[in-house]
DNA sequence: ACTCGATTCAAACATATGTTTAATGAACAA
DNA sequence: TTGTTCATTAAACATATGTTTGAATCGAGT
């Protein structure tokens, strides 16, 4: 067996695990699990090969680390800083807003999103964990701002599939950047872009549930 | 060099050629390109292991050749059949259906989806020759019928981000399909609910529409 | 019947990659 | 000092996989 102690409980030792931890986020997330190799990884953490199956067990051990390793390192960087008496249609601006910055970020948060992206195409048994730990507050959080916003008769249901026509709107700039970026050259739909998406996004969202309100919670079977 | 000729020419072959692009469109998509192997390609398609080099040269060969024998299985499967006088809003409606219908589709023509969702994560050098053949036309069909719906005087940046918000709701069902059956085990989301995903998409990106077209283009700056 | 090109086949080959092993070093306690 | 434990290292190992090879087989044309 290997050193399953240091894995989770935090020892002085001379920082490889860490390393090795900082440099697998990144490749896992730019290259999958798949195609990331463990040589790679090594290599960019500036350990020896056999590192990963002496503090991991194996690639898998590794991959299952990083996914734990990032308790949610996003929610303090690009905070949804709404109080309790907002209104629901500024909520939902600021938590666009924030899953874009989430979506469109390089840096460490930006692996959670990367790898989830990665992981809804090509999953793994870390699947269950991480729609447990992380899709599922977000899309709760997403559907209470929906069902303020909604018709308080609405469906259950309704308010589901209103959140997921949401939600699909800002994943997709990440999800499709490939297709994008060759469909609309000019436009790069990076980083920068993010008020102006968050802005439209926004109002197109707006607009469908004020619809829907309207009609007693839209359209509920 | 291996044999070109009856990859572009049609012959009167053994079949082998042509079992192998089936058994490939089918493993290419449930796997991707990276993960599918030929072994497992020629298993299925009942040849032997070099047929593969002999009939496309190398494995990347084989996939260009599954890309370019399928010039759109689905548009006569599922056509979004409206004559030129239909009303824009019942045209968004066929279309809807149509592309949910595609993505659903688990036989020949829903190669396409599949293998246009792993190429968006993980591209391949077949990426180019998707977008300009699939994509593109696919995006232009939509955003004319987005362009009539809003107003005359909306920006083409205004048609284009309300395109994508509707497309992404489409997609976002079989991109997140792994997610959502974990997420909400009771709903399927699955070829069943298409009718009424449809409708919810439809009434959703309407409402949307509508409200913008009002407010003359929407957002545009 | 024979020939020749195309096709198929089993086997081998080369490489990539996850994993294991045995040796070595470093830190520390007895 | 000596011995023990943990960490690191280079090398080897086992397997998977894309590709190549040379022989065998088939089929059409003469």
Same mark, same amino acid.
């Given at each position: 067996m290997f050193n399953e102690q240091s894995a989770t409980v935090s020892e002085p030792n001379s920082g490889t695990e860490k390393r090795l931890l900082e440099a697998a986020g990144e490749i896992f997330a730019e290259y999958g699990y798949r195609a990331a190799t463990v040589r790679q990884i090594c290599e960019k953490a500036g350990a020896n090969i056999a590192a990963v199956n002496y503090h991991f067990g194996d690639k898998e051990g590794l991959y299952m680390a990083v996914l734990r390793s990032v308790p949610d390192a996003h929610a303090e960087k690009y905070p949804a800083d709404y109080g309790p008496g907002t209104a629901p249609e500024q909520k939902l601006s600021a938590y666009i807003q924030s899953l874009l910055h989430r979506v469109f970020d390089e840096g460490r948060p930006g692996w959670h999103t990367k790898i989830m992206a990665r992981e809804m195409i090509e999953p793994t048994r870390a699947l269950d964990t991480l729609v447990e730990e992380i899709a599922r507050p977000f899309h709760q959080e997403l559907a209470s701002i929906t069902r303020e916003l909604l018709?308080? /008769? /609405?469906t259950e249901e309704a308010v589901r599939l209103c959140t997921l026509s949401i939600l699909s709107q800002c994943v997709y700039y990440h999800h499709a950047r490939s297709v994008l970026s060759r469909l609309y050259p000019k436009r790069k739909y990076g980083p920068n872009d993010i008020p102006r998406l968050a802005e439209h996004i926004t109002a197109f969202s707006l607009a469908a549930l004020k619809e829907f309100a309207q009609q007693n919670g839209g359209i509920s079977e």
């Open positions: 018709d308080s /008769a /609405a």
